[in-house]
């Protein structure tokens, strides 16, 4: 049985109790001690393996396990004496004196095993609740849900003139069968939900607010007219639809006008604007150039964005995946071949990037996903018909933290000998985003939610210090 994760009320009142073999006391006063002054991360990236990215291929190889567990591909020695990666994360791994990897992560069986309520949980801190158990990937957000990180940041942080706090993109997490929970503001309102940016795998370069694309020939002093025939349209669509959805697509369409009225705001947008360098550096597709726009967006102000790997058909065809990292096929060579290639390049030149222009100390710069992949290879679901796959694991992964006052080239926590649970420092989702909170100077966690009443919006867990 995995260990209980402590709440915070908890760690204050537990006093000397010993806790996954060290002095709880001297744990809290770790965590409570003053630390050297550093310099607050004014906006956050967060890259999101849309899936479940398999943890033991990746950043926590184990090549002294069994074969069915390790599998096929080899460490390679980094930038870090000591730390190894895969062999296929070349460029990443000259990277990592920027990072730091967390490899003992899990949901210590909070979870469904399944991928609504590894987005929620991974994406709000907040352990799913019976709704989950009972619905599973049909549960659908709801409008007392706990809102995602990008949203607490979004109402904690001042307001922008002229961007929106937290963006999404290049897609928002759904399917025509459902929505990916965890992705929203949830109880603190809807005029904290982020702005949802469409990108496409045919035109990565073009990024669009869906449905309020200005076009080229109306200038922007024409808004305010747009805006007056909106509004008449919005009347009598009123008379007609719930008062709250209409509420709730007028204050989407405030964010999308303000953004498009202001030319400063449209050419943080404009990756053209970029050097052909900068983007070559990065790489083509829209996974790619959706990195570099978060850069972008952050350069401009933007506090949090939110990156969902966008996949393809081709890949679902592969890996029985969805087209993104869930592997139950040919993991081997969907990684290979396809997701550690498009991954690798860019988010390395994403962290050197940050760095070479002196942004990283104030970016915090995240890569998580709903889960990880089973250690032990052969997944039923694919019938051994489509090479060797991974299923589902929950119980353990690996999270990558950069810059924002994290040091890098450090390991915090492990797994055991194969990588199938937390060993040393296990954590939860609920840890790493109090650490989001934390790097980014968010200490007071009070809230009121959308009908004006009082919560608390983190009680279990605590900010992993220890990384600064």
């Known amino acids: 049985m995995l260990p209980f994760l402590p709440s915070r009320r908890t760690f204050l009142l537990a006093g000397a109790m010993p806790f996954f073999g060290v002095n709880l006391a001297e744990t809290v006063l770790a965590a409570a001690s003053p630390t050297t002054r550093r310099k607050q991360a004014r906006s956050a990236i967060l890259i999101w393996l849309s899936g479940g990215a398999s943890h033991i291929d990746t950043w926590d190889m184990k090549p002294e396990a069994p074969a069915e567990y390790r599998g ?12 190894q990666l895969c062999e296929h994360l070349p460029h990443l791994a000259r990277q990592v004196h920027h990072l ?19 987005y929620y949980y991974n994406l709000t801190g907040h352990a799913p609740d019976r709704t989950f158990h009972q619905l599973l990937n049909t549960r659908t957000p709801y409008p007392t849900d706990w809102p995602s990180m990008a949203s607490v940041v979004a109402a904690k942080r001042p307001r922008l003139a002229h961007l929106p706090s937290a ?8 399917a025509p069968q459902f929505t990916r929970p965890g992705q929203f503001a949830g109880r603190l309102g809807v005029e904290f939900d982020p702005l949802f940016v469409e990108g ?25 007219d747009r805006q007056t025939l909106l509004g008449r349209f919005d009347r009598m669509r009123g008379l007609v639809e719930h008062a709250t959805a209409n509420r709730e697509f007028t204050i989407h369409q405030r964010k999308a006008f303000t953004l498009l009225a202001s030319r400063g705001a449209r050419d943080a947008f404009d990756l053209r604007k970029e050097p052909l360098a900068v983007r070559e550096r990065y790489g083509p597709g829209i996974n790619a150039m959706s990195m570099l726009l978060a850069r972008r967006l952050v350069e401009a102000g933007v506090h949090f964005v939110t990156v969902f790997w966008k996949g393809d058909r081709e890949l679902d065809k592969l890996c029985n995946s969805g087209g993104g990292w869930d592997t139950h096929a040919n993991n081997f060579n969907c990684l290979k071949d396809r997701l550690l290639p498009e991954f690798d390049r860019p988010f390395a030149a994403l962290l050197d990037d940050l760095h070479q222009r002196g942004m990283l100390e104030t970016t915090l710069v ?18 051994g018909t489509m090479g060797a796959g991974r299923d589902h694991w929950t119980a353990c992964q690996s999270v990558l933290l950069a810059g924002g006052g994290v040091r890098g080239g450090q390991v915090f926590g492990s797994s055991d000998k194969r990588a199938e649970y937390p060993n040393r420092n296990p954590v939860a989702p609920e840890h790493i985003a109090h650490t989001v909170f934390h790097a980014m100077g968010i200490e007071d966690l009070h809230a009121t939610d959308r009908e004006g009443r009082p919560f608390h919006l983190m009680d279990d867990g605590r900010p992993l210090t220890e990384l600064f």
């Open 72 to 83: 096929s591909f080899k460490p390679i020695s980094t930038s870090v004496p000591g730390i």
């Open 100 to 118: 730091a990897i967390v490899r003992s992560m899990g949901d210590h069986g909070r979870g469904t095993g399944d991928h609504h309520a590894g």
């Open 167 to 174: 963006i999404t993109l290049p897609q928002k997490e759904d």
């Open 200 to 224: 496409s795998r045919e035109k990565p370069l073009d990024f669009q607010v869906p449905a309020l694309a200005l076009s080229a020939d109306v200038p922007a002093e024409r808004l305010e």
């Open 366 to 383: 995240i890569v998580t996903s709903e889960m990880g992949r089973k250690p032990k290879i052969g997944d039923p679901r694919s019938g």
